[in-house]
């Protein structure tokens, strides 16, 4: 059973809650494709659960980004927004989960985590199988960065994919099943 289905939604209902085209989920269920990084984080944001749970990297749902909901429908723009700011801002002093960062884009973690285990770019490319300038690209944000690498990277840093994502600016350790 897929996670949409596991969810009660149709493969339309499911694209749009989430904003991806139909034929892509379709393409993401009989892994035909893998979904880019970008589509990996609105699946997860909309739906409340980790990017390491779709990736079948971890069985715990919760999201390190986005824990909980609230009904905003009767309050104006400007409230949510300094909502938002405060909730950001008591997350990160208060978080028991991990060490919580400023947040960060994935291409800027990328940069951050190789910088503090002092390696070069070619040396990170020669990990994940490619030529540096395909690395430099991940980290200029230029070229998405694969599935398949985020994950190498999240297990060789030792930090989940909402990390490096940009998902979550909680430090996790990579989940172990």
Do not use: W
């Not at 892994?31 to 699946?43: G, K, M, R, Y």
């Not at 960062?101 to 070069?120: G, H, Q, V, W, Y």
């Not at 980290?139 to 989940?160: F, K, M, Q």
């Amino acid at each position: 059973m897929t996670f949409r289905e596991s969810l009660g939604l149709t493969v339309k209902d499911f694209a749009n809650r989430v904003g991806i085209a139909p034929s892509a989920i379709s393409h993401y269920e009989h892994f035909d494709h893998l979904p880019s990084c970008e589509n990996l984080i609105q699946i997860s944001k909309a739906f409340h659960v980790s990017t390491d749970y779709l990736l079948g990297i971890s069985s715990d749902t919760a999201s390190t980004g986005d824990i909980m909901t609230l009904d905003l429908s009767n309050i104006s723009k400007d409230d949510i927004e300094l909502l938002s700011a405060i909730a950001g801002f008591l997350k990160g002093r208060h978080s028991d989960d991990g060490i919580a960062e400023e947040p960060m884009t994935c291409n800027d973690r990328l940069k951050k985590l190789r910088k503090e285990r002092a390696l070069s770019q070619s040396q990170v490319a020669e990990l994940l199988g490619i030529k540096q300038r395909n690395y430099s690209n991940y980290e200029s944000g230029d070229v998405r960065i694969p599935i398949d690498s985020l994950i190498t990277l999240a297990r060789y840093y030792n930090v989940s994919t909402d990390y490096i994502s940009g998902v979550s600016s909680i430090r996790k350790p990579f989940p172990e099943k």
